[in-house]
């Protein structure tokens, strides 16, 4: 397998680790029980959203996550003159509901501008 492929498949799969960790820690095979989803620390709950579009506001990225569940804080990352970085934070009321996130939105849209 030359390096580049084999580096390739190695950054592929460090964001399925993230995911398969979160997913075992839930009480799936192999995980650790969890605590109540209030308990959830933040750490776990939020989500780092990249590659949005620089037209979408703080309301626009709520409407695309909400459908998952409850979202407690999403905030826009912007530059000194307010203007977007194309990437987003994602705080959601449980450890759960961002990781339903996380396998539905994960690769799934290619936005216009970012």
Known sequence: VPAERAEGQDQR?????????????????????????????????????GMVSKRLNEDDIKKMFAAFGGIEECSVLRDDNGISRGCAFVTF??????????????????????
Do not use: N, W, Y
């Open 93 to 114: 009321t449980s450890r759960s509901v961002a990781a339903t996130a996380i396998k539905a939105m994960h690769h799934s849209q290619t936005m216009e501008g970012c």
């Open 13 to 49: 799969s460090e964001s399925r680790l993230l995911l398969r960790h979160l997913l075992q820690e839930e009480g799936r095979p192999g995980g650790a029980e969890r605590p109540a989803q209030h308990e959830d620390p933040p750490r776990e709950r939020k989500l780092f959203i």
